[in-house]
């Protein structure tokens, strides 16, 4: 199994990156797919999360309304656009996949997750 992300990069505040997260090795349009980040200095914590079959997704509040997870099950891909972009929204990103169709009190938690990529950082400033 690999998950392979990219798009990262430097971005100035209020910019926008779109990051990609391809999957093989795994069935793709029956796993849960998450994104998460590490700061420097904290603990990884959970953006977003699109949910298999019937692409429920979930968000963190600090991201909710500038960032959008979304899925191609043809191309084993999920992606995360990000606007409005802050320096706090500074960190490795990760993607992340589970074989089990996650409620909102399993999406948060990266110990539900089996399957990580090897991350792409995402600096925002000035």
């Known amino acids: 199994v690999q998950l392979q992300a990219s798009g990262g990069g430097l971005v100035q505040p209020g910019g926008s990156l779109r990051l990609s997260c391809v999957a093989s090795?795994?069935?793709?349009?029956?796993?849960?797919l998450a994104w998460f980040r590490q700061a420097p200095g904290k603990e990884r914590e959970f953006v977003a999360s699109i949910r298999r079959g019937d692409f429920n997704k979930f968000y963190a509040n600090s991201v909710k309304g500038r960032f959008t997870i979304s899925r191609d099950n043809g191309k084993n891909t999920v992606y995360l656009q990000m606007n409005s972009l802050k320096s706090e929204d500074t960190a490795v990103y990760y993607c992340a996949a589970s074989p089990l169709g996650l409620i909102a009190s399993q999406v948060r938690r990266d110990d539900t997750y089996d399957h990580w990529g090897q991350g792409t950082q995402v600096t925002v400033s000035s």
């Open positions: 090795g795994i069935t793709f349009s029956t796993y849960t």
